[in-house]
């Protein structure tokens, strides 16, 4: 390449040089433009701002740490979690324990529950905490021991005594909980199962008292006092599951089963 061909970058470019020079002193002695107003102390780190890109402030920025807070140890019964037993049965893990354990556990709670359903009780007044705790295990025991009894008592045909006694109670049992829930009721449809089958207890006493005393004067009284008891059982917690005007389309088809198996107790010979 020759001497001719170079070109002089020199005199083209220094104008702009000059140019931009002149821009960066003129902002240097402008100074800062505008300034943050400081932020009073808080947790939150204060940096000095700057609107120039080229004046470095002469504050090194600061850091607040938050205030630190003293947390007392947890103890063993704050770290495990407070479990209650609910309408579902007990919260505990009860897979791998004994069976006597588990036997136990079932026969007091069927104990309080008959309880809380048959005699007398502050808790009869609400009925939502009296049969919290519900199961199946008794109403069944109480259902099929009331069958037993009438099958025993029965001269001929002891197994269809049985079947019939067992069907009546069960399909009873159903039948009047889907009628209180069809009257727009508020209750668990197990609960209410659980709640008919122990309201049968003192109709199981009656039949085992007029199946040792063979008498009918004796059925008919044992019968009508047992028959009260339990509908008396029954009365507060049917009622409140449902509005005052529909008590008694509640109460009415109770009351007609409860009958239906004080007949069965008076006519079996």
Same mark, same amino acid.
């Given at each position: 390449?020759?001497?001719?061909?170079?070109?002089?970058?020199?005199?083209?470019?220094?104008?702009?040089?000059?140019?931009?020079?002149?821009?960066?002193?003129?902002?240097?002695?402008?100074?800062?433009?505008?300034?943050?107003?400081?932020?009073?102390?808080?947790?939150?780190?204060?940096?000095?701002?700057?609107?120039?890109?080229?004046?470095?402030?002469?504050?090194?920025?600061?850091?607040?740490?938050?205030?630190?807070?003293?947390?007392?140890?947890?103890?063993?019964?704050?770290?495990?979690?407070?479990?209650?037993?609910?309408? %579902?049965?007990?919260?505990?893990?009860? &897979?791998?324990?004994?069976?006597?354990?588990?036997?136990?556990?079932?026969?007091?709670?069927?104990?309080?529950?008959?309880?809380?359903?048959?005699?007398?009780?502050?808790?009869?007044?609400?009925?939502?905490?009296?049969?919290?705790?519900?199961?199946?295990?008794?109403?069944?025991?109480?259902?099929?021991?009331?069958?037993?009894?009438?099958?025993?008592?029965?001269?001929?045909?002891?197994?269809?005594?049985?079947?019939?006694?067992?069907?009546?109670?069960?399909?009873?049992?159903?039948?009047?909980?889907?009628?209180?829930?069809?009257?727009?009721?508020?209750?668990?449809?197990?609960?209410?199962?659980?709640?008919?089958?122990?309201?049968? %207890?003192?109709?199981?006493?009656?039949?085992?008292?007029?199946?040792?005393?063979?008498?009918?004067? &004796?059925?008919?009284?044992?019968?009508?006092?047992?028959?009260?008891?339990?509908?008396?059982?029954?009365?507060?917690?049917?009622?409140?599951?449902?509005?005052?005007?529909?008590?008694?389309?509640?109460?009415?088809?109770?009351?007609?089963?409860?009958?239906?198996?004080?007949?069965?107790?008076?006519?079996?010979?």
């Amino acid at each position: 390449m020759s001497q001719n061909n170079k070109v002089n970058l020199h005199s083209t470019s220094k104008p702009e040089i000059d140019e931009i020079e002149d821009l960066i002193y003129a902002s240097i002695e402008s100074g800062p433009t505008t300034v943050m107003a400081a932020r009073s102390p808080s947790s939150h780190p204060s940096i000095p701002v700057s609107s120039s890109p080229f004046m470095a402030s002469s504050n090194p920025p600061t850091f607040q740490l938050p205030a630190t807070v003293s947390v007392p140890p947890l103890t063993i019964a704050e770290t495990q979690p407070n479990v209650q037993a609910t309408g %579902f049965g007990s919260a505990s893990n009860t &897979l791998t324990e004994p069976v006597w354990d588990t036997v136990k556990r079932d026969l007091t709670r069927i104990v309080s529950n008959l309880k809380l359903v048959v005699f007398p009780n502050p808790f009869r007044e609400d009925p939502g905490k009296a049969l919290r705790d519900w199961d199946l295990w008794g109403p069944f025991f109480f259902i099929v021991f009331l069958g037993l009894i009438l099958s025993w008592s029965a001269s001929v045909k002891k197994s269809q005594v049985f079947a019939v006694a067992f069907a009546v109670l069960a399909a009873g049992a159903i039948i009047l909980t889907l009628n209180v829930l069809l009257l727009g009721g508020h209750i668990i449809f197990f609960q209410s199962l659980s709640l008919l089958g122990y309201c049968l %207890f003192p109709l199981d006493v009656g039949a085992l008292l007029c199946m040792i005393k063979d008498s009918v004067i &004796l059925k008919v009284i044992v019968v009508l006092i047992t028959l009260a008891w339990s509908s008396w059982a029954a009365y507060p917690f049917m009622s409140a599951a449902v509005t005052p005007g529909r008590k008694a389309l509640a109460l009415y088809p109770v009351f007609l089963m409860y009958v239906s198996v004080g007949f069965l107790i008076i006519a079996i010979d």
